[in-house]
């Protein structure tokens, strides 16, 4: 069995009262810098909060309003800014393509946190100075590149800042160094594999034994698949740009869900319809305070996410709680005749298929009174036995599959390997093709 | 014994395009195809003459092949030809899973060829009632 390794041993197993005091006075500091910003000075002042004294036990989070995406957008741009501008050294925007952007900055001493953090997700998935770490997340104002990028150098691994796409340049770097890491998106590591074959590679002839998969949703069946095809393991990553980016969740080397750094972080999660605290174990939208960032401090802000929160000390000798493999989002969710259908569901069913490929669509569109849910999903080549009639088999299999998770009837059309379009940032696989207002 | 490559397409336009494209820049002769419709996909069946290259073209540019043993028998090019065949077949109860014949020598002989399940105790039945079966390298060669 391997050693669990630690970047800071004594704060990642810490006992829960010394990370209930590290929080208590990083709530404090975290209300002190809000009060700076245009936003949430009358924000607290509504609730009687103006100096983070008023803060007294952690209990008091509860009083504070959620913030949410739709708050960003509105103090955009420096209505949430609690530093001088002077002292901002770094900002990171949302791509702003459904309205306007939302922006977090950043203070050096910020970054230093943001890199801490980092390093101890890296350090606690095993991967250590002696990796070749290949970063194939797009570098620039989206968090992916850059988040893990200095993590990564601080625990002294040597770092190939490649970035997003251009498949063949990722993989003869991957070779010519002998990359033994990877952080990407699951489906662009899916995508790699299938690229293998056309430059006369097999996984073996990789270094490859890690790879750090995060920035969408993504399930089990994904995981197993491609740590099946490449031979390696892969660790889930938490991340969004509103808590920094990547290295706000991670998973172990027992990968028994992820652990948040709650030194730097609360986490609650709450009914996403109705809004209420929902306990330990019960799934729900996902709810984050920042406790150690100066320029941008976010109190209760509202993910998206949907997960459940667990306690208990891992395995590993990690105490900080874990949270589970992100759902989905809590805006992802169909409604196809009337039934709630998350696309991890299907993806879940595709993935552990192994006749199915490395990608796939949901469309749903309106036939009609009724909606209609088409699965699109690539074949895998070297399951391909030649016969017509074993792929109609398939497709009834797939069919059937889909039906007892979901509860819905899918039409499911098989495509040829590289048949769907590709996406080398974040996949988009869910096309809801409805028109007007939705049941 | 004779090998067919069969190479999974979904039905839009250009695919038989694109296959018949990279066989052709890779020099292999088609000798002939058959393609079985299941609505949204088909199997493209090919009798090439170098299957095994044709396999390596095809996986390389993605698609999703599989090579399958086939019987190519010599019938006689006239009426009854196949007929004579399909009686032996069906004396000894074979079931023909699919088939498609091309003419070799106009008026004097066809092959056709079958996918059954059980190709070496086809191949003795038909072999016993008298027809000649192509070796690969003969029907490649042709």
């Not at chain 1, 209420?276 to 998206?304: F, H, I, K």
Request: hydrophobic fraction near 40%.
């Amino acid at each position: 069995m391997v050693e669990p390794e630690f970047w800071n041993r004594e704060i990642e197993t810490a006992p829960a009262e010394k990370i209930r005091e590290v929080q208590l006075e990083g709530l404090r500091r975290t209300v002190a810098a809000a009060l700076r910003t245009r936003f949430y000075h009358r924000r607290l002042k509504e609730i009687g909060f103006t100096s983070p004294e008023d803060i007294r036990s952690l209990d008091d989070l509860k009083r504070i309003p959620f913030t949410t995406k739709s708050d960003l957008r509105e103090a955009y741009p420096d209505g949430l800014l609690a530093v001088e501008r002077d002292d901002v050294v770094r900002l990171h925007t949302s791509s702003g393509t459904t309205g306007t952007p939302t922006v977090i900055y950043h203070t050096r001493s910020d970054l230093e946190h943001w890199t801490e953090l980092t390093a101890r997700c890296i350090t606690a998935t095993g991967a250590g100075r002696r990796d070749v770490f290949q970063n194939m997340m797009t570098y620039g104002l989206f968090t992916g590149g850059l988040g893990l990028h200095y993590g990564a150098e601080l625990v002294g691994m040597l770092v190939i800042p490649v970035g997003g796409g251009n498949t063949r340049r990722q993989l003869k770097l991957m070779r010519d160094f002998r990359t033994t890491v990877v952080h990407a998106t699951p489906s662009y590591m899916l995508h790699i594999y299938s690229r293998l074959e056309a430059e006369n590679l097999t996984p073996q002839d990789l270094s490859l034994r890690k790879a750090f998969l995060g920035a969408e949703a993504y399930s089990e069946s994904t995981r197993r698949k491609i740590e099946g095809l490449m031979g390696i393991d892969c660790y889930n990553s938490y991340g969004l740009s509103e808590m920094n980016g990547p290295g706000v969740a991670f998973e172990c080397i027992f990968k028994d869900d992820m652990h948040v750094w709650e030194d730097a972080y609360i986490v609650e999660v709450i009914d996403p319809a109705s809004g209420d605290l929902l306990g330990e174990d019960e799934e729900g939208e996902l709810v984050m305070t920042t406790l150690q960032r100066e320029a941008t401090p976010l109190l209760r802000y509202r993910t998206g996410d949907l997960t459940r929160i667990r306690s208990g000390v891992c395995a590993c000798g990690r105490s900080h709680r874990r949270i589970a493999r992100i759902k989905g989002r809590s805006d992802d969710m169909l409604i196809i005749n009337g039934v709630n259908v998350y696309p991890s569901q299907v993806e879940s069913v595709l993935m552990r298929i192994p006749e199915v490929g490395t990608n796939y669509q949901i469309v749903v569109t309106k036939e009609g009174a009724l909606d209609r849910l088409t699965v699109k999903t690539e074949i895998y080549s070297k399951m391909f036995t030649g016969d017509a009639a074993a792929l109609e088999a398939l497709r009834g299999r797939i069919r059937e599959l889909l039906k007892a998770e979901i509860l819905v009837g899918a039409v499911v059309e098989l495509h040829e390997p590289g048949g769907l379009p590709v996406y080398e940032g974040k996949a988009r696989r869910v096309f809801d093709e409805r028109v007007g207002e939705q049941g | 014994m004779a090998e067919q490559i069969n190479i999974f397409v979904e039905n839009r336009p250009g695919r038989l395009k694109k296959v018949t494209g990279l066989l052709s820049e890779a020099g292999i002769n088609i000798r002939a195809m058959v393609i079985q419709d299941r609505g949204d996909f088909g199997v493209m069946k090919l009798l090439v003459d170098d299957p095994y290259k044709a396999q390596r073209v095809l996986s390389k540019a993605g698609l999703a092949t599989a090579l399958r043993n086939v019987l190519a028998v010599v019938i006689e090019d006239r009426p009854g030809g196949l007929y004579k065949l399909a009686g032996i077949l069906d004396e000894h109860g074979v079931n023909v899973l699919d088939g498609y014949g091309f003419v070799i020598a106009s008026r004097r002989e066809a092959v056709w060829c079958i996918e059954v399940e059980e190709t070496e105790e086809t191949r003795r039945i038909i072999e016993a009632a008298g027809f000649r079966i192509l070796e690969d390298s003969e029907l490649y060669q042709m």
